[in-house]
């Protein structure tokens, strides 16, 4: 059996870190803005895209970690340098037909001259697009890092004035909505902030990305009619900016 192509290999790097999702091919396309047909075929070996962003935002919705980050983005430009069949190309891109007549020495010289020229140049940029994305990756695994907190002090009326001394710190998108229970559509609060706070985590209800983690919190005001809550609700994981869903060392709410 020969070797996997580097095309393949990124292909599979792709369906491992989706597998671990759960998630289907529908569900990713959504959330990263392209076809289903598109992304199948990235996952399937059938194409390249030409730019890293896409994966990236692919490996992010996979809660892919920094290191599995920098792994894709090697797989990639592996795979950046390896030619498409002959079937893929443009007519017009074909221009490499052979000629009757030998070029004359000089001409040949010259030829082999640009293609050092152009494959050291490709050699430098491939060596800069890694360490931009290694530099990315890393801010990218800080924007999507979570603060844990102790000492803290959250009284919670819906739960008889327990208690909460331990948090964590997670940006999140504003305007996000709150609800009663992580299987109830009803709304009870809002976080306006795009940074909140977290106490504790539930399976629930499948979100529009396709998770089921729900977390516990406050939100900064209370639905019109919903005031009794004092703002105390579930928030989907598709709002909250992190890596890892459920959050690392996060206690799970009591059922």
């Not at 392209?34 to 890293?52: A, I």
């Not at 004359?104 to 800069?128: E, N, S």
């Not at 739960?159 to 709150?178: E, I, K, S, Y």
Request: net charge neutral; proline share 7%; aromatic share 10%.
């Amino acid at each position: 059996m020969s070797a996997p192509t580097a095309v393949e290999d990124l292909a599979t790097y792709l369906r491992q870190l989706k597998d671990k999702t759960g998630r289907s091919y529908d569900a990713l396309a959504k959330r990263l803005n392209v076809g289903k047909s598109t992304l199948h075929r990235y996952c399937s070996g059938e194409g390249v895209p030409p730019r890293f962003t896409l994966l990236e935002q692919f490996a992010k919705e996979c809660q892919a970690s920094q290191a599995e980050i920098i792994e894709l983005h090697q797989r990639w430009v592996r795979a950046q340098t390896v030619p498409l069949p002959e079937a893929e190309f443009g007519a017009q891109q074909r221009v490499e037909t052979p000629l009757p007549d030998s070029p004359p020495p000089v001409l040949r010289k010259t030829r082999t001259w640009w293609t050092l020229a152009g494959l050291t140049a490709l050699l430098l940029a491939t060596v800069l697009i890694w360490r931009l994305g290694q530099d990315f990756s890393a801010d990218a695994e800080t924007a999507h890092h979570c603060t844990e907190r102790s000492g803290v002090k959250h009284v919670d009326a819906r739960q008889g004035g327990h208690v909460w001394t331990r948090d964590f710190v997670c940006a999140n998108r504003p305007d996000t909505p709150l609800y009663l229970d992580v299987d109830s559509t009803e709304k009870v609060a809002v976080l306006d902030t795009p940074k909140s706070w977290f106490v504790c985590w539930r399976l629930g209800r499948v979100q529009g990305d396709g998770g089921r983690v729900w977390y516990y919190t406050r939100g900064d005001r209370a639905e019109p009619g919903k005031e009794r809550w004092e703002g105390w609700g579930f928030v989907g994981s598709e709002h909250v900016d992190a890596t890892i869903h459920p959050l690392p060392n996060m206690p799970q709410c009591d059922t």
